[in-house]
C-alpha cells in the first residue's frame, strides 16, 4: 500500500510512523513500509519495535510523519529524501534535537519543515541512500538558472552600499550549480550588510569581488563600468 493510498484511509498526523516489517505478515512481507501507530515492547535489556498492528518493525527504519506535503501533495516523513524543483539541490527530511522541530537539511543548509511544498519528495534514506551521494552535475551555461541576488556593491559598503545583480546560477569554474541562496551579513571592518550568501555544493568558493565582475561581463545586469572598490579579496560569499 503506497502513502498516498494511505492518506485515503488514516488521519496522517505528527503521532504516526512508518517503518519496515522485520517479519511477513499477510499480506505485508518482510521489508515492507507499514504506517501506524509506534509501540516499544522492553524485555530485559531487549527493546522491540512495533507498529501497530502490524508486527514488529526494524528500528533503525522508523520514521515520524512530519505532518507536511511536498509540492506534489506526498505527506513527509523523517528520513525522506528530497530536492528542489530543478533537481539541483538535495537533502533530508530530518528530526532536529537543538531546535525539537523538524527541518530540511539541504547542503548543510537547515530550513524549516514549513518550506516543504517548494521541494519534491524523491526517495528516503533507507531505499534510495544511493541520491544523497550523486554528484551535481554540469550545466550549461546558455541554460543554466539565473538568480537574482543582492551583494555589497564596493568591499567598503559602509552597511549600506549593496546591489541587486542577476547571475547564471552555475559555478563558474566548473559549471556546476551553485548553492541556495540564503540570508547572511557582510563585514568590511566597520559595518555589518545584510546580503545573500550561499555555499557550492561543488566545494569552490565565490568571492563577492567575482561576482561583481561576472555580473558585468555576464550580460544579464544594465552597467556602464566595472563596480569599483575591488582591490581586496571582497570577501567569501
Not at 499480506?27 to 522492553?42: A, E, T
Request: include cysteine.
Amino acid at each position: 500500500m503506497t502513502i498516498t493510498q494511505y492518506r485515503e484511509n488514516l488521519n496522517l498526523h505528527e503521532d504516526i510512523y512508518r517503518a519496515k516489517l522485520k517479519t511477513d505478515n499477510l499480506p505485508h512481507k518482510k521489508g515492507d513500509w507499514v504506517f501506524g501507530n509506534l509501540v516499544k515492547m522492553v524485555d530485559g535489556d531487549t527493546v522491540s519495535t512495533y507498529i501497530y498492528y502490524y508486527g514488529e518493525v526494524f528500528a533503525k527504519t522508523v520514521g515520524r510523519c512530519v505532518g507536511l506535503p511536498d509540492c506534489d501533495g506526498e505527506i513527509a516523513f523523517d528520513g525522506d529524501i528530497i530536492s528542489d524543483m530543478d533537481g539541483y539541490e538535495v537533502g533530508i527530511v530530518r528530526w532536529d534535537d537543538d531546535s525539537a522541530r523538524f527541518v530540511l537539511d539541504i547542503d548543510n543548509v537547515i530550513e524549516t519543515a514549513e518550506s516543504l511544498y517548494a521541494y519534491r519528495i524523491i526517495g528516503n534514506v533507507h531505499d534510495n541512500p544511493e541520491l544523497l551521494e550523486r554528484d551535481a552535475p554540469e550545466v550549461d551555461s546558455d541554460v543554466a538558472p539565473i538568480q537574482t541576488v543582492y551583494i555589497p556593491s564596493c568591499d567598503n559598503h559602509e552597511g549600506i552600499h549593496g546591489i541587486h545583480v542577476r547571475l547564471r546560477w552555475i559555478c563558474p569554474k566548473c559549471g556546476k550549480p551553485r548553492g541556495k541562496p540564503v540570508g547572511g551579513l557582510s563585514y568590511d571592518g566597520s559595518q555589518y550588510l545584510s546580503v545573500h550568501k550561499w555555499t557550492n555544493p561543488c566545494g569552490h568558493v565565490d568571492k563577492y569581488a567575482d561576482v561583481r565582475h561576472e555580473a558585468v561581463a555576464n550580460g544579464l545586469n544594465i552597467v556602464t563600468e566595472v563596480i569599483p572598490s575591488d582591490h581586496g579579496e571582497g570577501g567569501d560569499v
